[in-house]
């Protein structure tokens, strides 16, 4: 479950590869990687699906990481705005530091991640933030900490190892065989996930406010197709 999301977005890129490939692209998998929310979006169904099995299996549900808890709904949703008032640095100014120094400007990751996509596109990609807030968090925190804590009998390398691969799984997210590309993907989310971690790890019924503003935090993201490039 640790590495499942960062295979699943490989693995569904490579179907759009295929796809290129078939169709006689002689830059396939150049090609797939400017539909990499379709690629999240499709992974994100499958960590649905397969979280829904676990649980099942388990004798437990799924939807039941989503439930609000009415004795302490207010005082919930007071520390989920602080976590994400708290967050806002955290996760933008070591993406912006590291793409400076690993990439030469934090500005050329527009070049990598956002290139044109036709309007039909971006109707469809809104199953992108839809469907993330529902199987990252979830996967991770959700399913992978918690039982991770039992087999080590703490919950502190628990949340150091789930944190982790929550950071790590953007480097294929898209796939892009470039070095300074793939590091920088790796590390730029790490101090937020840590921290994004430790927030769950302290206070578990905090998920389904986190869920929320994942969705509105990758609304915005779609929205930088919007600026004229």
Not at 109 to 128: H, Q
Not at 157 to 167: D, Q, R
């Amino acid at each position: 479950m640790l590495l499942s999301r960062t295979l699943f977005f490989a693995g569904v890129q490579a179907i759009f590869a295929f796809g290129y490939l078939a169709a006689g692209s002689t830059s396939a998998w150049h090609e797939s990687e400017r539909w990499w929310i379709f690629c999240a979006a499709g992974a994100n169904i499958l960590s649905i699906l397969l979280l829904n099995w676990l649980f099942k299996r388990e004798g437990g549900r799924f939807l039941e990481l989503f439930r609000f808890h009415r004795g302490t709904f207010w005082k919930d949703l007071g520390l989920a705005l602080l976590a994400f008032i708290i967050a806002a640095p955290i996760a933008y100014y070591p993406m912006t530091i590291l793409g400076d120094l690993i990439l030469g400007s934090a500005a050329r990751s527009t070049d990598f991640l956002f290139r044109p996509l036709p309007g039909w596109a971006l109707l469809i990609g809104l199953l992108f933030p839809l469907t993330i807030a529902l199987a990252e968090l979830p996967t991770y925190f959700g399913y992978v900490m918690p039982r991770l804590a039992e087999k080590f009998g703490s919950s502190w390398p628990a949340w150091a190892v789930s944190s982790f691969f929550l950071g790590f799984q953007h480097a294929t997210l898209p796939l892009i065989f470039d070095g300074p590309y793939l590091l920088w993907r790796a590390l730029m989310y790490m101090p937020f996930a840590f921290y994004i971690g430790l927030v769950l790890k302290l206070r578990p019924r905090l998920m389904p406010f986190l869920v929320i503003g994942h969705v509105l935090i990758d609304m915005l993201t779609l929205s930088v197709y919007l600026i004229p490039q």
